[in-house]
């Protein structure tokens, strides 16, 4: 008797027990890994590609303990509630925060490769093609498939595993590709003879809707429903309107037993960007944390060479938080004193780069903000460099950036840290530092990185 399919919440369930066994029993496990970011399109590619690879396969169907695929969030469960988007999404499909699979799921890090052997494992990469941290250390050698959106570093071979794709090409979401990739699997298990019943296929139908309005959620938020000329490629517009479609199929009755309420694309979106920008109930050292990715480019006197944080909101923004943070119990304080809230945001962002052991620190900001001829959208670029060998490193990214980016100094350089005529001025273990406007609004951080990381490897 086939196998009859599972909801995306039990099929998660699956998968979670499915981790747990291997790491006990040392059984063949194949995990499905976004990006150490762990963004909104790295969450959905990655259970979208588990759910539709593990439904859809033979082995599968006549052995569910078989070929489960474990979509992994490359983040601690903790870190969840640092992604308000996430929240927001989850209940669309049907799930909850605790649905997810994290990396407090895995073993521990000193009992990982015992537990979690590597020649026992196959790792699937989604929105990224380099497996990161200590994770690459131990299983990069293990990857046997990818699907990704980045500029391919060439690290996954061609002739990897033939049972998984080598997809890496341009798209505004990774979640679009992974919804091509696997279309006519989907379409198939759609139509499979899986259901008996009416019933049966309304809740298939239901199921489909649900998944789908995860996937659609962030190939939304990745290229701002589809507007953002610079992202948005013929993979995003496809998958979109596929998505659609799956969810228009789901004819769940109203409660008078006639139609139910169309669904509205945009409400969707403006619900998710809405709940991403949300950053009220975070620290500023949160706020740094929630979508933050690094790189070891060369051997520095500090650990990893490149962080990089991206944050949905203004430098102004996130000074007022440092002052706030700062003076949490002092409702004396004036956190509209620019001088004091500059040197606190500078002082946390040292802090940060400090932990984080960095070399080079950046922060990228994304912001919509008003003005006198409508809204516009924004960027700065803040550069931190906290290894002295990577000065003339960054000094040359600068020259080469500044007009491919239109890097334009940040209010007179008020931020920017120096040589001077009376010798170097440091601050603390920072020995440069960069403030800009950015004028090229549409290089996010997925074509700034590729300009920092050449810079770092001269």
């Known amino acids: 008797m086939p ?71 490359n983040i601690p469960a903790t870190d969840v ?76 071979p061609t002739d990897i595993d033939s049972d998984e794709p080598r997809v890496i090409i341009k798209a505004g979401s990774c979640t679009s590709l992974v919804t091509t ?47 953002s000329e610079s992202k948005v490629t013929a993979h ?27 669904f509205d694309r945009s409400a969707l979106y403006a619900e998710l960007s809405a709940a991403k920008k949300d950053l009220d109930g975070l620290d500023l050292d949160e706020i740094l944390r929630k979508d933050y990715k690094e790189w070891r480019e060369r051997p520095t006197a500090l650990g990893a060479t490149l962080g990089i944080s991206s944050v949905a909101r203004p ?11 700062k003076h949490r119990s002092d409702d004396s304080h004036d956190e509209s004193d620019n001088s004091i809230n500059q040197a606190l945001f500078l002082d946390a962002v040292r802090t940060y780069a400090t932990k984080k052991n960095l070399a080079v620190f950046v922060i990228m900001t994304a912001f919509t903000a008003e003005e006198e001829d409508g809204d516009k959208f924004q960027r700065e670029l803040l550069l931190c460099v906290l290894d002295e060998t990577c000065e003339p490193l960054m000094q040359s990214f600068e020259a080469r950036a500044r007009d491919e980016l239109a890097l334009m100094s940040w209010r007179h350089g008020v931020l920017d840290l120096d040589d001077n005529e009376s010798g170097r001025k440091e601050d603390g273990n920072v020995v440069w530092r960069r403030v800009y406007r950015q004028g090229a609004t549409e ?16």
């Open 443 to 458: 290089a996010s951080r997925k074509q700034v990185t590729p300009l920092l990381r050449t810079a770092l490897r001269r």
């Open 236 to 262: 995003d517009v496809e998958a979109v309107e596929y998505l659609e479609r799956k969810i228009s199929n789901d004819r769940v009755s109203g409660p008078d037993g006639g139609a139910g309420v169309s």
């Open 81 to 156: 509630r640092l992604r308000p988007e996430f929240l927001s999404l989850l209940p669309h499909a049907g799930l909850d925060q605790s649905s997810l699979i994290t990396l407090d799921d895995l073993p521990s890090k000193t009992t990982l490769a015992e537990k979690l052997r590597p020649q026992d494992t196959k790792w699937i990469l989604v929105d990224h093609n380099v497996l990161q941290g200590y994770l690459g250390k131990l299983y990069g050698s293990r990857v046997g498939g990818v699907i990704d959106h980045h500029e391919d570093e060439g690290v996954v």
């Open 181 to 227: 990739h696997f279309r006519g699997a989907w379409d198939a298990l759609s139509s499979s003879s899986y259901a008996a019943t009416d019933e049966d296929r309304e809740r298939y139908r239901q199921w489909d809707a649900e998944i789908a309005k995860l996937a659609l959620g962030s190939i939304l938020i990745d290229t701002a429903d589809l507007t």
């Open 3 to 73: 196998l009859a399919r599972l909801s995306l919440r039990g099929f998660l369930a699956q998968a979670k027990q499915t981790l747990h066994n291997a790491a006990k029993n040392h059984q063949p496990v194949t995990i499905v890994i976004g990006n150490e970011s762990a963004d909104l399109d790295s969450l959905t590619s990655s259970i979208l590609y588990a759910y539709l690879r593990s439904t859809t396969s033979q082995k599968l169907r006549s052995n569910p303990t078989s070929d489960i695929y474990v979509p992994i969030t």
């Open 315 to 325: 430098l102004d923004y996130l000074m007022a938080r440092a002052s706030k943070d």
